[in-house]
C-alpha cells in the first residue's frame, strides 16, 4: 500500500485523535488561565503568606518538565487515593504547569502598563476597580496577548504527553497506526502535518485577532 | 480675588523614605486665582501640586479642598474623600498620560461615566463641546497616537475638565511640546484664567506666568523661597535664593534674542514686550 492509502485509511481515527488533542488543550488552557489569575493576584496582593506561597509554586512548577507532572498527576495521586482519569490528569498536568506562564505573561502585561496611566486614571476620581477595568486592563490584555498566544501553540504541542499515559489523542492515534502498519515513519509524518496544519490555522487566527485589537486602538 | 477659598494648604511636609522633599508649606488659593509654582528641577514642585490630588500621601500637614480635607501622617484619607477631592481636582500632566486604547472623545467621555454615572448620550454632548471649545472637533474620533503632542495636551485638559472641576492642576503642561506647538496649549490654559477657573500651575513659561498668573511661588531647597503677586516676584524677587534661580532662567533667554523666538509660543522670556 502507497503512503498516501495508508495515510487515507487511517485519516478517520487521525482526525478522532486530533478532537482529543483539541479538547485536552482547551480544558488545559481553562485551567491554565484561571490558575494564572489566581498567581498574578496572589503575588501582587497583600497578603504576604499567599504571595510567598504563589511565588513557590511558580518557582517549583515551572522548573518540573511536563512528563513529570503529567505522572505525577496519573499515578501518583492514584496511590494517595485519587484517581484521575488519563484525560483529566493530562488537563491537570499541563493546567498546572502553564498556569505558571500565564501568570508570568499576565504579570509582564500588568508592568508594561505606564504608571502614568493609573494615575491619569486615578486623577480623574476612577475607583480601583475602575482604573483596572476600564485603563490598565484593556492595556495590560494588548501587551499579553503575543506571549499568550505563543504559550498556546506549545501547550498543543505538549498535549502529545497524555500518549504515554493511554490517552487517545493524536499520538496515541498515530502511535497505534505505526505498530499496526509497521510503518512508523509514513504514520508520524502524518501526525505531525495534522499538529502542524493545526498550528498553522490557529497562529493565524490569532494574529489576525492580535492585528483587529491593534487597529482598533490606532 | 474674592476672600473665596478653594485649596488651603497647612504646614505640608513630604519625604520619599529618609529624604524630604520639601517642609512646612502652606498657602492658600482662591477662587479664580491662577498660582504658578516655579523653581529649578528637583525643587519639589511636580511632588507638591501632586499632593494636592494624593497622588503622593504626605508625612506632616493637612490639604483642604472645598470641603474636604487631607491629613498627612496619620491613616490614608476614606476612599469617599478621595473621591470627592480627585473629582473636584483636575489635572493635566507633563506627558500627557491620554488612554492609548481610546480615542480622544473616549478620553474625554470616560471621568464622567465611570464616577458620575452620567448616560453615554450625554458624556458625548459634553466631551464635544469640550473638544469643539479648543479647536479639535475634527480629532474627535482620533486614537492618541495619531494626534501631535500640543493635540494631546489639549485633550488631556478636556478629559480633566469634564468632570467639572474646582480646580485645574497643570504640571509643566508645555515642556515636552515642540516649540511650534507650546503656543496653542497655553492659549488653552489662558481660556481657562480668562473664564475664571482656578489653576496651579508648575511652569518654566515665566512671560506666560508673568502675564495669566496673579500670584507665584517660587520652590527651592525644599521650601517656597518666595510668594506674592506675578509681577513683583518675576521682577523683583526679595529672596536671595528666587533671584539666583530668576537670572539662572532668564539669562540664556535673553542672550537668545529676539530672532529666536516666533509665533504665539514665544512666551518664554522675562521682561519683553510680547502682546
Ligand atoms: N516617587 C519618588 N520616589 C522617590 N523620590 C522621588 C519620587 N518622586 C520624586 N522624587 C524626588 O523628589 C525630589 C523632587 O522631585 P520633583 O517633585 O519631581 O521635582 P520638580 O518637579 O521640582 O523637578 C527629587 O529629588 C526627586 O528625585
Ligand atoms: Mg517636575
Known amino acids: 500500500m502507497s503512503t498516501l492509502q495508508l495515510w487515507g485509511q487511517y485519516l478517520p481515527q487521525f482526525l478522532a485523535g486530533l478532537v482529543v488533542s483539541l479538547q485536552l488543550t482547551g480544558a488545559a488552557l481553562v485551567l491554565a488561565l484561571a490558575l494564572g489569575t489566581l498567581l498574578v493576584l496572589a503575588r501582587t496582593g497583600r497578603i504576604r503568606i499567599l504571595a510567598a506561597i504563589a511565588t513557590g509554586y511558580v518557582e517549583v512548577f515551572r522548573a518540573v518538565p511536563v512528563l513529570v507532572l503529567l505522572f505525577t498527576a496519573y499515578y501518583s495521586l492514584a496511590q494517595l487515593g485519587l484517581r484521575l482519569p488519563g484525560f483529566w490528569a493530562g488537563v491537570v498536568a499541563l493546567g498546572a504547569f502553564y498556569g505558571t506562564l500565564y501568570g508570568e505573561d499576565m504579570r509582564s502585561g500588568l ?75 509514513d504514520m508520524f509524518l502524518l501526525a505531525g502535518l495534522v499538529y502542524f496544519a493545526f498550528y498553522i490555522l490557529l497562529s493565524r487566527i490569532l494574529a489576525r485577532w492580535e492585528l483587529n485589537v491593534q487597529r482598533r486602538r490606532s | 480675588m474674592s476672600s473665596d477659598v478653594v485649596v488651603d494648604i497647612q504646614g505640608l511636609t513630604k519625604r520619599f523614605g529618609p529624604r524630604t522633599v520639601f517642609e512646612d508649606i502652606s498657602f492658600q488659593v482662591h477662587r479664580s486665582e491662577v498660582v504658578a509654582v516655579i523653581g529649578p528641577s528637583g525643587a ?9 490630588n494624593y497622588l503622593h500621601p504626605f508625612e506632616a500637614g493637612r490639604i483642604r479642598v472645598l470641603d474636604h480635607e487631607l491629613v498627612g501622617g496619620g491613616g490614608p484619607p476614606s476612599k469617599a474623600t478621595l473621591r470627592q477631592i480627585r473629582m473636584q481636582v483636575g489635572m493635566a500632566f507633563q506627558t500627557f498620560n491620554l488612554f492609548p486604547h481610546l480615542t480622544a472623545l473616549g478620553n474625554v467621555m470616560l471621568g464622567p461615566m465611570e464616577t458620575k454615572r452620567v448616560p453615554a448620550s450625554e458624556a458625548r454632548d459634553k466631551a464635544m463641546a469640550l473638544l469643539t471649545s479648543v479647536g479639535l472637533a475634527d480629532r474627535a474620533e482620533a486614537y492618541p497616537r495619531r494626534l501631535s503632542g500640543g493635540e494631546q495636551q489639549r485633550v488631556a485638559i478636556c478629559r480633566a475638565l469634564a468632570m467639572d472641576p474646582e480646580v485645574m492642576l497643570f504640571d509643566e503642561p508645555t515642556s515636552m511640546l515642540d516649540p511650534e506647538m507650546v503656543g496653542e496649549v497655553l492659549g488653552t490654559i489662558r481660556g481657562l484664567a480668562a ?47 528666587s533671584r539666583t534661580f530668576l537670572t539662572r532662567v532668564l539669562k540664556p533667554l535673553e542672550a537668545a534674542g529676539d530672532g529666536q523666538a516666533s509665533g504665539p509660543g514665544a512666551t518664554t522670556a522675562l521682561g519683553g514686550d510680547h502682546p
Open chain 1, 111 to 185: 508592568q508594561s502598563v505606564d504608571p502614568g496611566q493609573r494615575e491619569a486614571a486615578v486623577a480623574l476620581g476612577l475607583s480601583n476597580g475602575a482604573v483596572m477595568r476600564r485603563v490598565v486592563l484593556p492595556q495590560a490584555f494588548l501587551a499579553f496577548l503575543p506571549p499568550g498566544t505563543n504559550e498556546l501553540s506549545n501547550l498543543i504541542k505538549d498535549t502529545s504527553l497524555v500518549l504515554t499515559i493511554g490517552v487517545t489523542d493524536l499520538m496515541f492515534q498515530a502511535n497505534a497506526a505505526a505498530a499496526a502498519t509497521f510503518q512508523p515513519m
Open chain 2, 195 to 241: 473664564q475664571g477657573m482656578t489653576l496651579i500651575l508648575v511652569t518654566h513659561e515665566m512671560q506666560f506666568a508673568k502675564e495669566v498668573a496673579d500670584t507665584v511661588v517660587v520652590m527651592a531647597d525644599g521650601r517656597v523661597v518666595e510668594t506674592g503677586p506675578a509681577r513683583d516676584v518675576l521682577e523683583h524677587p526679595t529672596s536671595e535664593r
Open chain 2, 44 to 52: 519639589g514642585k511636580s511632588t507638591f501640586i501632586r499632593c494636592i
